[in-house]
């Protein structure tokens, strides 16, 4: 189609963010098509469950539960797959595709596996296929990198990514209540996913830290081959020293390339951060990247990670870009988004051991005569050495030891831990976190 003047739109699922498209493409309905130069007619809406009482009142004649009102209509050029999950959402985007149709998509977890297949099916086909929502929600962080910063390679990309974990981590924070009791509260506010392991094992933000990886190094990782690690094991007590020493314990994905190794380091884990970095501050549900690029340098956007406005201002953004291509006003090249910023072929991906990291650790102990110097004399079996070192009395008459190291390799930090938890004066297998550095890639 070249320079259409009414552009159809397919949904497929009219939950949160389907809704939220709907709601505010009419919002600012006179605004959008002024700047487009074009009508954006939502035509139909594939759904699971017609009878759904919906907040968002549209005609019923739009509304189906048959895919094939989209995927068959050759006057829809571009499909919004809005349904999550990587079954049904994988087999209609593969055929919305493979008719050349636009697709765009918030669905990381999609992305995250099958991105590499869905790229190709849409570059062999002449569609395209675009994911801004997929990562940190509202933030323009696929566009900021791929349009605004494509002058620059990145050396460093971390954020925080996942708004229930910081949720989580910023109420521990604040009132000093434990994971469970703020768990619960996040429950009741619907912020925990359906699948709450998405949230809480990092998964959900270790997908989207693969998606940047793919977009900045041109490099599809396997979730199976980087450090996730989630947010369950802290403590209150955790936070209380991370506080007293300057931190804040954020969920990261961090994202370091070593151009002259030709190394990159990909990894989502809860760490100290310092309270100087700006995403230190970033807090509630909100999400933040930190993207360091060579010419650049530091660039900080903050914004909401999730939830139906902001989510949807980044699928209508997508909606836009895709009408330009329609209309030829644009470079193909330019949102050509199966072309990552790099290429990969001889890059290599780090081995979550071959970290190199200060750490934190929190032993459980028997209070009892030499404990603390057995353990010191096993991290230093390990070549691991203390920077501080703080106790804490329980009323049980076993302690915490909470300590931080100097710089350490995180092999050692395996071992050490291994040979410390077989110890009978230890209570539980040793808590660790790795303090996160943003100097230390970027000499
Ligand atoms: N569960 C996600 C979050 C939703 O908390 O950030 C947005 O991807």
């Known amino acids: ?79 919004c797959e809005l349904i999550g999950g990587t079954s049904q959402a994988l087999e209609w985007t593969k055929q919305a595709l493979k008719q050349g149709k636009i697709v765009i998509s918030a669905n990381k977890a999609l992305i995250c596996e099958h991105g590499e297949e869905l790229f190709k099916l849409a570059q062999e086909n002449g569609g395209h296929y675009f994911y801004e929502a997929s990562v940190a929600g509202g933030i323009p962080i696929i566009k900021t990198l791929r349009e605004a910063l494509v002058a620059n390679r990145f050396s460093l990309i971390y954020g925080i990514l996942n708004g229930t974990s910081n949720y989580i981590l910023t109420r521990m924070e604040r009132e000093g209540i434990s994971f469970e009791a703020t768990l619960g509260d996040a429950r009741s506010l619907g912020y925990v996913e359906a699948d709450e392991a998405l949230d809480l094992d990092g998964i959900d933000a ?7 990886a793919y977009l900045a190094h041109g490099k599809w990782v396997a979730l199976k081959d980087i450090l996730c690690e989630g947010i369950r094991s802290i403590s209150s007590d955790d936070i209380k020293i991370a506080n007293e020493l300057g931190y804040k314990i954020k969920l990261l994905g961090i994202i370091a390339r070593d151009f002259e190794q030709n190394s990159l380091t990909v990894r989502l884990h809860p760490a100290f951060i310092s309270k100087r970095e700006t995403l230190a ?49 644009t470079s193909e090249a ?109 000499t």
């Open 1 to 79: 189609m070249s320079n259409p003047k009414k552009v159809k739109i397919g949904l497929f699922g009219f939950g949160v963010v389907g809704q939220g498209v709907w709601k505010n493409i009419a919002q600012n309905r006179n605004a959008l098509e002024a700047r487009l130069g074009a009508e954006l007619a939502i035509t139909k809406i594939v759904v699971r469950d017609s009878a759904r009482e919906r907040t968002v009142q549209v005609p019923n004649e739009i509304i189906s539960t048959d895919p094939a009102t989209i995927l068959e209509d050759p006057s829809i050029d571009i499909v």
């Open 334 to 442: 330019r949102f050509a988004q199966d072309n990552p910023l790099e290429d990969s072929e001889t890059l290599e991906l780090s081995k979550p051991e071959a970290l190199e990291s200060r750490y934190y650790f929190r032993f459980k102990v028997k209070d009892e005569e030499g404990v603390l110097a057995q353990i010191s004399h096993i991290m230093a079996g390990h070549h691991i050495s203390f920077a501080t070192v703080k106790q804490k009395e329980l009323p049980d008459g076993s302690a915490l030891i909470m300590a931080t190291t100097h710089l350490t390799k995180e092999a050692l930090v395996y071992s050490a831990c291994e040979a410390i938890k077989n110890e009978a004066t230890v209570i539980e297998a040793p808590v660790y976190l790795r303090i996160f550095d943003s100097e230390a890639y970027l």
């Open 206 to 212: 270790a997908h989207k830290v693969v998606i940047l």
């Open 281 to 329: 501050n970033v807090d509630e549900v909100y999400n933040g990247v930190s993207v360091t690029g060579d010419v650049v340098g530091t660039t900080v956007l903050i914004g909401r990670g999730a939830g139906q406005d902001a989510t949807s201002s980044s699928v209508i953004s997508d909606i836009a870009d895709a009408v330009s291509i329609l209309q030829g006003r």
